[in-house]
């Protein structure tokens, strides 16, 4: 298996500009987790799916910052607008879930967004 | 309130030695723990996990870990450090049975000096 894949893996913006990060998790995989690492906060879960249904998007910072899960194999992460502070770099990871444990979450490399 | 705390921002050995990297936690009911290590530009990685059984757990890389309810401490350790061990450590909680959220620490950074 490829992993979690996630594009860009970089991004330059310019402050109004909307941004779309996207995630393809682990084939077969039923959680979907959005974090987001600042040197300032750390690592923040922003939004979680469970078979595509959001759960808990009380992370997400704003109005600004919107999430989507179509389907099983894709999310994608929006801001709009942009601005300075939304600069980080963004993971998205996947898990599945095995009677009512939840298994480890495997990470992908990240998506480093920089907004000017 | 949940949460987990590393209380050390940066954890600095000589290569050879044994290594602990700490962990601390606060939860209501039985805790779910993980460690999880990001190197350079990279992605977190899972090293183990804890959530029932011995106390010891075993996980990649030659890391365990103690799992110490009388302390509700979770504690990373290693018999023999290595140059590549260096990288960030977070300690990770699950907010409840029952719940699928895990909450990290702010992560410890590691350095193993030659």
């Known amino acids: 298996d490829a992993g979690v894949i996630q594009s860009p893996r970089h991004e330059v913006t310019e402050m109004g500009q909307e941004v779309t990060l996207r995630c393809k998790p682990i084939s077969g995989h039923d959680y979907l987790f959005w974090y987001r690492q600042t040197m300032m906060r750390g690592l923040e879960l922003l939004i979680y799916?469970?078979?595509?249904?959001?759960?808990?998007d009380s992370g997400m910072p704003e109005d600004r910052f919107s999430a989507k899960m179509p389907n099983a194999s894709f999310s994608t992460l929006k801001i709009q607008p942009s601005e300075p502070r939304d600069s980080a770099v963004y993971f998205c990871?996947?898990?599945?879930?095995?009677?009512?444990?939840?298994?480890?979450?495997?990470f992908g490399p990240g998506t480093r967004l920089l907004v000017l | 309130a949940q949460s987990v705390a590393q209380p050390e921002d940066q954890v600095n050995v000589a290569e050879g030695n044994p290594l602990t990297v700490k962990c601390t936690y606060s939860v209501s009911g039985n805790p779910y723990l993980f460690w999880y290590v990001q190197y350079p530009n990279r992605g977190l990685q899972f090293l183990l996990k804890?959530?029932?059984?011995?106390?010891l757990v075993k996980g990649s890389y030659g890391f365990e870990a103690e799992f110490n309810k009388s302390q509700t401490s979770f504690h990373l350790k290693k018999p023999s450090a290595l140059v590549s061990d260096s990288a960030l450590y977070f300690c990770a909680v699950r907010v409840l049975p029952g719940d699928d959220k895990i909450i990290f620490g702010k992560g410890t950074r590691l350095h193993i000096l030659p």
């Open positions: 799916f469970n078979n595509n249904v959001p759960i808990d």
């Open positions: 804890y959530i029932t059984g011995d106390n």
């Open positions: 990871a996947s898990s599945f879930s095995l009677g009512l444990e939840i298994e480890t979450q495997y």
